[in-house]
C-alpha cells in the first residue's frame, strides 16, 4: 500500500504534467518535496506520539492515509495535488515505524528477522507488482484511476488491522529529549551511517538505471520494462536473504557482505561495455544492497530495548528517515558523476560509498562482539 503510493509517481510523472498542462521539471519538485517531507515529519510525530495508544494511532494514521491518497486520487489542481501529497508524507513514515514495532512484537523471538524481512520486502513487492499496474493503469484509464486502486487497497488493510491489530502492551515512555538520548549511542550512530552509505551506493548506480539499461547497454524499452521487473525480483530475493543473515549474528557478516558490495561496484565499470555482463552486475547490486536492512533495524531495536526503552518507537524509523539522507546523497552524486566523468564511471564512485559502509561495519562488529559471546 505505501509502496504503490510512494513509488507509482514516478513512474506517471509525464501523465501528470499533461493532465495539468506544466513541465515534467514542475511536476517533478512533487517527488522532492514528498521525501523531504516524509524525512522530517517522521522523527518528529514518532516522538510526540509515543504516550499514545499505539494500535488507535496506527488505524487513525491509516484512515489519514487514506483520505490524502483519496485526495490525490480526485485532485482537480496542481495545488491539490501537492497538498494533497504533503499530507500523505506526513503520516507515511510513521505509519511503516508502527508496522515495524507491531511486527516485532507479535513475532516470536527465532522468527522475527525473516518475519521484518518479509515486511521490509513489501516495498520490493511494490515496485515488481503495484508499481507496472499502476503505470498500465493510468495508460489505460487515468492516473487518478492508479491512487484510486490504492484507496482501495487501503480500505483492505484498515479492516485486516481493525481485525488482527493486537491490544498494545504498555511500553516506557519519555520525554522528547530522553528519546532522543538514542542518537547519542555509538552503536546506533554507525548503523546510522552504514544506512546512509549503503543507500548511497544503490543510487549512485540506480538513479539512472533506465539510461544505462538503454544507452549504456543498448536494451530496447520492452526489454527495460522486463529487465526492471528482473531486478525488483533480485531485490525481492536480498530481503530474504537478509533476513537469514540477521538470523545468524548479522553483524558478524556484513563486513563480507560489503567487501562483496565494493568488488561487484568496480566491476560494474568493466561490465558495463558487455550487455550480459552488465546486467548480471546490476542483478547483484540490487540483491547485495539490500541485505543489510534487516540487521541494522533488528540492531536499532535491540540497542533501544536494553538501552533506552523510551525510545523503541524511534528507532524504529531510523532506516526509513536515514534511507532518504542516503538516497539524497547517492542521487546528487549519480548526477555529478554523470554531468563530468559518464554513466560507466557511476560504479566507481558507488564503491567509494561501500568502502565506508565496509568500513563502518568493522567497527560495530568489534562493539557488538560481547553480545554474541
Request: aromatic share 10%.
Amino acid at each position: 500500500m505505501l509502496g504503490c503510493n510512494e513509488f507509482m509517481v514516478v513512474g506517471i510523472l509525464s501523465n501528470i504534467a499533461q493532465s495539468y498542462h506544466v513541465t515534467l521539471s514542475s511536476i517533478g519538485i512533487l517527488v522532492t518535496v514528498f521525501a523531504l517531507v516524509y524525512a522530517i515529519s517522521t522523527p518528529v510525530l514518532t516522538t510526540m506520539t509515543s504516550h499514545w495508544n499505539r494500535r488507535k494511532l496506527l488505524l487513525v494514521l491509516i484512515a489519514i492515509f487514506f483520505v490524502s491518497n483519496t485526495m490525490t486520487a480526485m485532485a482537480p489542481t496542481l495545488g491539490w495535488l501537492f497538498a494533497a501529497r504533503i499530507m500523505t508524507a506526513l503520516v507515511a513514515g510513521t505509519i511503516i515505524t508502527l508496522v515495524n514495532l507491531f511486527a516485532s512484537i507479535v513475532t516470536p523471538m527465532d522468527k522475527r528477522p525473516m518475519v521484518m524481512a518479509w515486511v521490509g520486502a513489501g516495498f520490493s513487492i511494490a515496485s515488481v507488482v503495484g508499481v507496472p499496474i499502476g503505470s498500465a493503469i493510468a495508460a489505460w484509464i487515468s492516473w487518478h484511476a492508479s491512487f484510486w486502486m490504492v484507496s482501495g487497497l487501503t480500505l483492505v488493510v484498515f479492516a485486516m488491522l481493525v481485525w488482527l491489530l493486537p491490544d498494545e502492551k504498555p511500553e516506557v515512555t519519555g520525554s522528547i529529549v530522553e528519546q532522543l538520548s538514542l542518537l547519542k549511542d555509538h552503536k546506533v550512530l554507525l548503523g546510522i551511517g552504514i544506512t546512509i552509505a549503503v543507500m548511497a551506493v544503490q543510487y549512485t548506480f540506480y538513479t539512472y538505471i533506465r539510461s544505462i539499461i538503454t544507452s549504456v547497454l543498448g536494451y530496447n524499452i520492452t526489454t527495460l520494462n522486463w529487465l526492471l521487473l528482473m531486478l525488483g525480483v533480485m531485490s525481492i530475493i536480498g530481503n530474504q536473504i537478509a533476513g537469514m543473515v540477521a538470523k545468524n549474528n548479522g553483524f558478524k557478516k556484513l563486513p563480507y557482505v560489503f567487501s562483496l558490495l565494493i568488488i561487484f561496484c568496480l566491476l560494474l565499470g568493466v561490465a558495463l561495455k558487455s550487455s550480459i555482463l552488465g546486467i548480471v552486475v546490476l542483478a547483484i547490486l540490487c540483491t547485495l544492497v539490500i541485505i543489510y536492512g534487516t540487521t541494522i533495524q533488528l540492531g536499532f531495536m535491540d540497542e533501544a530495548l536494553k538501552n533506552y526503552p523510551q525510545s523503541l518507537a524511534l528507532a524504529t524509523s531510523l532506516i526509513s528517515i536515514f534511507a532518504n539522507v542516503g538516497i539524497s546523497l547517492g542521487s546528487l552524486s549519480a548526477s555529478t558523476t554523470v554531468r563530468f566523468l559518464s554513466l560507466n564511471s557511476v560504479g566507481y564512485i558507488a564503491a567509494i560509498y561501500a568502502v565506508v559502509a565496509l568500513l563502518l561495519s568493522l567497527k560495530l562488529r568489534q562493539k557488538t562482539k560481547n553480545d554474541f559471546n
